[in-house]
């Protein structure tokens, strides 16, 4: 069993940045492959990001890269995404997911996820 809990959502400005992190009790955190979800009202779940147990791999969807950065601090059982150049389009709820499988991850068929955080991004 796997736990996920999501902080740091919020409100921000166009072009501002904020910091999510996702921490993950119960079994072996490092065991995990992490990714992060998001969706907007009346959308599918989309995409964001994903970083491998060793954190030898991240992967982005392309509209986030350069301005999104995954990364995870095994010590502390938790994984961040740091945002930044944040437009009105980021706006949703923001997930995190965790699966022993890499292509789970990138899939969005992961195991365990969190309940979310809300970032939203005014114009």
């Known amino acids: 069993q796997v736990q996920l809990v999501e902080s740091g959502g919020g409100l921000v400005q166009t072009g501002g940045s904020l910091r999510l992190s996702c921490a993950v009790s119960g079994r072996t955190f490092s065991s995990y492959h992490m990714g992060w979800f998001r969706q907007a009202p009346g959308k599918e779940r989309e995409f964001v990001a994903a970083?491998?147990?060793?954190?030898?791999?991240?992967d982005y969807a392309n509209s986030m890269k350069g301005r999104f950065t995954i990364s995870r601090d095994n010590a502390k059982n938790t994984i961040y995404l740091q945002m930044s150049s944040l437009k009105p389009e980021d706006t949703a709820v923001y997930s995190c997911?965790?699966?022993?499988?890499?292509?789970?991850?990138?899939?969005?068929?992961?195991?365990?996820w969190g309940q979310g955080t809300q970032v939203t991004v005014s114009s």
């Open positions: 970083i491998s147990k060793n954190s030898g791999t991240t």
């Open positions: 997911t965790a699966d022993p499988s890499w292509s789970m991850v990138l899939s969005g068929r992961s195991e365990y």
